[in-house]
């Protein structure tokens, strides 16, 4: 639980998802800061579940955002191209 007067957890948070049984080692990596790592599909400086997620809600609904590869139509391709990128890591 979260304690509003301490600011703090009263339970230490654990990641619930492994880097070692979920992702290849090139990701949960930090990014470079120029822009140049398109996996970060969040744009926080860090490839990690979260941005694949983003990425999945973005491009189940159909967002312009998910066309990863940016030739104006957003289809399977993008999410290859996303899953390639994300394995990749930064
Ligand atoms: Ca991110
Ligand atoms: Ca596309």
Redesign the pocket.
């Known amino acids: 639980m979260f304690d509003l007067a301490s600011g703090q957890f009263d339970t230490p948070i654990t990641n619930p998802f492994p880097t070692t049984e979920i992702f290849s080692a090139g990701a949960w990596a930090p990014c470079l800061l120029d822009g140049s790592c398109t996996a970060?599909?969040?744009?926080?400086t860090?490839?990690?579940f979260?941005?694949y997620l983003d990425f999945v809600a973005a491009f189940a609904a159909n967002e312009p955002v998910s066309d990863f590869n940016a030739d104006t139509v957003v289809d399977f391709f993008d999410y290859l191209d996303f899953v390639a990128a994300f394995a990749a890591g930064c």
């Open positions: 970060d599909f969040n744009g926080d860090i490839v990690d979260f941005d």
